[in-house]
């Protein structure tokens, strides 16, 4: 296969040159470390008399091959670390001989990446001369500014490829390893033995089965990458590394300098996946989630882009709201399962996270740190990704209220500068999902951050309460169905466009008077002009109607425009659309488009303004029962201490 001009290949050989030299790195060095503090340190086991120390496991029994046992307390001997981290089971873990054999790997990349940057900057020949005493004196700083530099490059690869190697081991597990210290440049060896040193320590503290190992390894090689680039900004002579594209063919590895490489990660679900018709009522929730669901999976990898976030057809935020009970949770696993579904059939990563409410932290400022760090997990442009934050409500808080916790407040900040902010690039392979049984409880700046709203009003008709009745009884019963035809009600074609033109009028008494007035004003709602006066009153009914509520509702126009489903055969023979090229995509997508009516215009306005009205009347009530609450418990304290008085 050849490579792209700006990629030097990596050569097999070379790698596997440095393997053993990794292995011993791995089974003991000694190290006394320079710049970190030990978190960790356990005196030598006791044991009977006469009874030798056991070394158990990743003893080499290749012929000519050292393997040697450092018996000083100070030893690192990091598979052995790895393979007692559970001292009850005497065999090694799959995963655990997974992580070791990534750790020999990325050391012996990282060794020949090394040999790249010394022989390509004439370090080697500097190497040579020094060890034969004949390095000229107006060269060492040179030698020395160089050995800095290669140390960082080999630093920041072994970093680099054991989060690569292992990411498609990875589980939602997370670990806080904190900063890296001891990351030390005198020269590679020495710098990937403190490497070493502190992953045991890191592995000692924090690792106790085979999830948080993996973990553990993950966040530390985050860590040192984190830690070696922002060393390498200042640090003189890395543009060699910097500058320099390495392919290694057989891990489809590929090293950019001081930048991550991003390998596909995926979640692994455990969630109870819901069929669609499994979701009774809900039906635009249940129709946009399931159109969203496919609408993701035509986002190009190569291009880093969808093509209906370039049409304008792409929901990236969006707000279900509704009572407890309705089926949120249900609409959460259904959508979930359809892209994860999706994904499996064409091999693409998916990843999907959820935030909830433990990830609301008491130290200052590690709730905005966990928020960051959730929109970043599914913005990652590697993957196709659905982010969940369900009750936000709970979970960020209003600005300016003073019973929102310093967290909650930092959560709000993250997402609203995530979602709609001066940086925000929606490149149409993620979309965020709120969900709320208070919306109104929601900061108004966040909420109105939803570009799309889905009233999840769960079971409304006869037909509705008859069928999520006989899906939820199962099938372990005689009793007869009667006289209905069994989830007809359910069609989403017919329940979606009943659904629609229900919003040809509002809904909201206070959204429906405005509606009126405007009407027998101005008469039927039929030129730009016309909707824009309605629009205009909206707004002097309710002051949190602003230019953002707009954008949101032609968003939401523009969806309509596509109201279409991308078939199942394409989402099923991956071939027919989401293998093709972007451009190809573009074009087979804009054949299916439909013009914009006055209808779908005024059906979204309606759609929208009528969730803004329900939210400021629920939020109004709310306060109105706090205040009479609180001045009936006025009254009763008045009375009780005027008794007190005249007794």
């Not at 790895?82 to 065999?91: G, Q, R, V, Y």
């Not at 200042?234 to 590895?253: N, S």
């Not at 006989?470 to 359910?490: F, R, T, V």
Request: with cysteine; aromatic share 8%; net charge negative.
């Amino acid at each position: 296969m050849s490579l792209p001009a700006d990629q030097m290949e990596l050569r097999e050989e070379d790698i596997a040159s440095h393997s053993a030299a990794a292995l011993e790195m791995l089974m003991g060095i000694d190290h006394s470390p320079r710049l970190a503090k030990p978190r960790y340190s356990t005196p030598a086991p006791e044991r009977s008399p006469g009874i030798a120390a056991m070394n158990r496991r990743f003893r080499s029994t290749t012929p000519g091959m050292i393997t040697r046992t450092i018996s000083r307390p100070e030893g690192i001997r990091l598979l052995d670390r790895i393979a007692e981290m559970d001292d009850d089971d005497p065999l090694t873990s799959p995963v655990q001989a997974g992580a070791a054999i990534a750790l020999r790997r990325a050391l012996s990349i990282a060794l020949a990446v090394g040999d790249a940057f010394a022989e390509q900057t004439g370090l080697s020949e500097m190497k040579r001369a020094n060890l034969e005493s004949g390095l000229a004196a107006s060269r060492t700083a040179e030698f020395s500014e160089l050995l800095a530099a290669e140390a960082l490059a080999v630093l920041y690869t072994f970093g680099n490829a054991t989060a690569f190697l292992l990411a498609n081991q990875a589980t939602e597990r997370t670990v806080e390893v904190g900063a890296v210290d001891e990351v030390l440049t005198d020269n590679a060896p020495l710098a990937l033995h403190g490497a070493i040193w502190e992953l045991d320590q890191v592995i000692a503290t924090h690792a106790d089965d085979d999830a948080t190992l993996l973990a553990t390894l993950l966040a530390y090689a985050e860590q040192l990458m984190e830690k070696v680039a922002l060393r390498a900004q200042t640090a003189p002579r890395t543009a060699p590394f910097a500058d320099a594209r390495y392919r290694v063919e057989a891990d489809d590895f590929t090293i950019e300098g001081f930048h991550p490489a991003l390998r596909a990660r995926g979640s692994v679900l455990t969630m109870a996946f819901k069929k669609p018709d499994e979701v009774v009522g809900n039906h635009i929730a249940k129709y946009q989630a399931m159109k969203l669901s496919k609408i993701l999976m035509a986002y190009d990898f190569d291009r880093k882009l969808n093509p209906f976030a370039e049409m304008g057809g792409f929901i990236f935020t969006f707000m279900g709201d509704g009572k407890p009970g309705t089926g949120k949770t249900t609409l959460i696993q259904m959508m979930a399962g359809l892209i994860n579904g999706y994904c499996q059939a064409a091999g693409y990563p998916f990843r999907y996270q959820n935030f909830s409410i433990d990830q609301i932290d008491s130290y200052q400022g590690k709730s905005g740190q966990n928020a960051k760090a959730f929109v970043t997990n599914v913005l990652d442009p590697s993957v196709i990704g659905f982010g969940t934050v369900d009750d936000i409500d709970q979970i960020a808080g209003k600005r300016g209220d003073r019973q929102s916790s310093a967290g909650q407040q930092e959560v709000t900040a993250v997402f609203m500068e995530a979602f709609s902010g001066a940086n925000t690039v929606v490149r149409g392979n993620c979309t965020f999902g709120m969900f709320s049984n208070y919306p109104e409880n929601v900061d108004d700046a966040l909420r109105q951050r939803a570009g799309a709203r889905f009233l999840v009003d769960g079971p409304q008709s006869r037909e509705d309460y008859i069928d999520i009745l006989h899906l939820l009884m199962g099938k372990n019963h005689s009793i007869p169905l009667g006289d209905h035809e069994l989830y007809a009600a359910q069609e989403i074609k017919r329940a979606v466009a009943a659904s629609f033109e229900s919003h040809g009028r509002p809904h909201e008494d206070g959204l429906l008077r405005v509606w009126e007035d405007v009407q027998h004003e101005i008469g039927e709602l039929d030129t730009i002009a016309k909707l824009g006066t309605y629009l205009k009153a909206i707004q002097q009914a309710d002051d949190r109607f602003t230019g953002r509520a707009i954008k949101n509702i032609t968003d939401a126009i523009k969806v309509r425009a596509m109201d279409f489903e991308l078939p199942d055969e394409w989402m099923e023979n991956p071939e027919m659309f989401l293998f093709k090229s972007y451009d190809e995509k573009l074009a087979m997508i804009g054949e299916m488009t439909q013009p914009i009516t006055v209808d779908m215009v005024i059906q979204e306005i309606n759609r929208y303004a009528d969730s803004d009205f329900r939210y400021a009347d629920k939020s109004d009530e709310a306060a109105i029962e706090i205040a009479v609450r609180e001045m009936g418990r006025m009254e009763e304290a008045r009375r009780r201490y005027a008794a007190k008085g005249k007794a």
